[in-house]
């Protein structure tokens, strides 16, 4: 079957504008995950989701950033304002939540973000 | 001080070399052991799961965790062109979702 995809696959904006990017999850898959790939910080968990609630948001680094999923499905991860050092890699991963233990996560190819 | 350590590399071996990958940790809630792999400009796709201490095998691909050392290895035995990549450790608590990453260490086997 299809795996994550996300959308757009290049984004060049100008600072200070909005972004928004989108993750289409695997089919069934319940929990979605945002990770930020910055060069030299390595992959960095941002939000979770189970179902279209959010239990964990810590990992957002500002309130410029904000993220919601509709029908369990379909996630947006939107950046306000845009600054440089949002310049990164913004990878989506899905799994299965079954009871108990760690689910595999599927990552998505990714969107990279580059503000002027 | 990051909760997990990788050295970046870049790290560069002869095929048929055995590559010894390495992470150390700091939490000791951690109870899932993750290696990915990552091509150039792709996502990063699991390599071995390992739960809680000891040793897994998987064709060429051994990973190893040592809980009392803080300490996971990722070893690649008989290393092809193919395997030049970066590899990712990752792990996470029981209980908890989000994974925890190493820098990722990239990985060079030359022909």
């Known amino acids: 079957g299809a795996g994550v995809s996300q959308s757009p696959s290049n984004k060049v904006t100008e600072k200070g504008k909005d972004v928004e990017l989108r993750c289409d999850p695997i089919?069934?898959?319940?929990?979605l995950y945002w990770y930020r790939q910055s060069l030299g910080q390595g992959l960095e968990f941002l939000i979770y989701f189970q179902g279209n609630s959010a239990p964990d948001k810590s990992g957002l680094p500002s309130d410029r950033f904000s993220a919601e999923r509709t029908g369990g499905s379909v996630s947006t991860l939107t950046i306000q304002r845009t600054q440089q050092e949002d310049s990164a890699v913004y990878l989506c991963a899905s799994s299965r939540n079954l009871a108990g233990g760690q689910e595999t996560q599927y990552f998505g190819p990714g969107t990279r973000l580059l503000v002027l | 001080q990051k909760e997990v350590e990788q050295d970046p590399g870049p790290l560069s071996v002869p095929e048929g070399a055995i590559v010894s990958l390495n992470c150390t940790y700091s939490?000791?809630?951690?109870?899932?052991f993750m290696w990915y792999r990552q091509y150039s400009r792709k996502g990063p796709e699991l390599l071995m799961y390992?739960?809680?201490?000891g040793n897994k095998e998987d064709g060429r691909f051994t990973a190893q965790v040592d809980k009392s050392s803080k300490y996971i290895s990722l070893f690649i035995r008989d290393s092809q062109p193919s395997d030049s990549a970066t590899y990712l450790c990752?792990?996470?608590?029981?209980?908890?979702?989000?994974?925890?990453f190493g820098q990722g260490t990239r990985l060079t086997i030359n022909p």
């Open positions: 089919s069934g898959h319940t929990a």
């Open positions: 390992t739960y809680s201490s």
């Open positions: 939490n000791s809630a951690f109870q899932y």
């Open positions: 990752a792990m996470s608590g029981q209980g908890a979702q989000k994974l925890v």
